[in-house]
C-alpha cells in the first residue's frame, strides 16, 4: 500500500473470526505457529498509515488442505479444499505424487477437489505413497500454492510360494518371501522330522533348496515367518512348501 507504514495480518481457523497474528513493516509474513496438514488457515491484511488510519482489508487466502484414504492396495481417493482467492481463481490443480528424495512428480492435472488414484501400489516406493496438491493461478503470472504433504501407507501383504523347484533352470529355483509394506522378516524352515534347514533374517535371502551343503531331499518342507511392517506392527505367519525337482 502507497502509504502504509505498518502492516496487520489477521488469522482465523473458521474463516469468520480474525486475529492479529502479526504486525509488521515488512511486506511478507511466515506462520510458525500452524498444523497446515491438520486445518485450513484463512488470511488476510491491512494497511495503517502515519496516522494510524487502516485500509480496507485485502483478499484473504487460504492454505490447501489435502486429505484421503486408500482402499488395501487397490487405488486411493483423494480430497482437497479449494484455494482461495486469486483475481483471476484457479487455472487448475496438479496432483504430485513425492518420492523419496523429496522430488514432486506431476501426475494428473484437473479443475475437480477430488482425485482417485487407480495407480496407487506401483512399486516405486516399498512402504507408503507420499501426494501433493499444487494449484496453478489462472490468467496471471502463474502464482502457485502448494498443498500439504500426505503420505497413505500401503496395507502389509506377503506373498508365499507353496512350491518351488532349485534345479538351476532359472524358474522358481528359490524359495522366497516377498511382500508389500515388509520393514523385516524373518524365515526358518524346518524338515519333517523338525530339523532346522534354514534361517534367514534378510528380506533379500532365500532358501536354495541346500542342506548342510548338500541338495535337500524332495517333499514337504514347513516355514515360520516372522514380519514387522513399517508402523512397527509385528505378525507372524506359517504353512508348508514342496520342494521339488
Same mark, same amino acid.
Given at each position: 500500500?502507497?502509504?502504509? &507504514? ?10 469468520? !473470526? =480474525?486475529?492479529?497474528?502479526?504486525? &509488521? ?17 484463512? @488470511?488476510? %491484511?491491512?494497511?495503517? !498509515?502515519?496516522?494510524?488510519? @487502516? ?16 482402499? #488395501?492396495? /487397490? ?5 482437497? &479444499? ?10 487448475? =490443480? ?22 482417485? /488414484? ?12 507420499? @501426494? ?16 500439504? &504433504? ?9 506373498? %508365499?510360494?507353496n512350491a518351488f523347484s532349485p534345479n538351476r533352470d532359472g524358474i522358481n529355483d528359490t524359495f522366497e518371501v516377498k511382500g508389500i509394506s515388509v520393514k523385516e522378516i524373518s524365515v526358518t524352515i524346518y524338515n519333517r522330522w523338525g530339523e532346522k534347514v534354514f534361517e ?7 532358501? /536354495?533348496?541346500? =542342506?548342510?551343503?548338500?541338495?535337500? #531331499?524332495?517333499?514337504? =518342507?514347513?516355514?515360520? %515367518? ?5 508402523? #512397527?506392527?509385528?505378525?507372524? @505367519? ?8
Amino acid at each position: 500500500h502507497p502509504h502504509a &507504514t505498518e502492516y496487520e495480518v489477521q488469522r482465523s481457523e473458521n474463516d469468520t !473470526d =480474525y486475529r492479529v497474528a502479526s504486525q &509488521t513493516t515488512d511486506t511478507f509474513f511466515s506462520d510458525n505457529n500452524t498444523r497446515p496438514a491438520k486445518m485450513v488457515y484463512s @488470511y488476510r %491484511i491491512r494497511g495503517m !498509515d502515519s496516522c494510524g488510519r @487502516y485500509s480496507s482489508h485485502s483478499l484473504k487466502v487460504k492454505n490447501i488442505l489435502l486429505t484421503g484414504e486408500s482402499f #488395501g492396495n /487397490d487405488y486411493s481417493v483423494l480430497h482437497w &479444499t479449494p484455494f482461495e482467492q486469486w483475481q483471476q481463481g484457479v487455472e487448475e =490443480y496438479r496432483l504430485q505424487v513425492v518420492d523419496s528424495t523429496g522430488k514432486a512428480i506431476k501426475v494428473a492435472a484437473t479443475g475437480k477437489l477430488t482425485y482417485r /488414484d487407480g495407480n496407487y501400489y506401483d512399486g516405486a516406493s516399498p512402504f507408503e505413497k507420499c @501426494y501433493r496438491v499444487k494449484a496453478v493461478e489462472k490468467a496471471g503470472n502463474q502464482q502457485a500454492s502448494v498443498s500439504n &504433504t500426505l503420505c497413505l501407507p500401503y496395507e502389509t501383504i506377503l506373498w %508365499i510360494p507353496n512350491a518351488f523347484s532349485p534345479n538351476r533352470d532359472g524358474i522358481n529355483d528359490t524359495f522366497e518371501v516377498k511382500g508389500i509394506s515388509v520393514k523385516e522378516i524373518s524365515v526358518t524352515i524346518y524338515n519333517r522330522w523338525g530339523e532346522k534347514v534354514f534361517e534367514s533374517h534378510r528380506k533379500d535371502k532365500g532358501w /536354495d533348496g541346500s =542342506y548342510k551343503g548338500s541338495p535337500a #531331499g524332495i517333499g514337504v =518342507y514347513y516355514y515360520y %515367518i516372522i514380519f514387522k511392517n513399517n508402523n #512397527g506392527k509385528s505378525g507372524t @505367519y506359517g504353512g508348508m512348501v514342496h520342494l521339488m525337482r
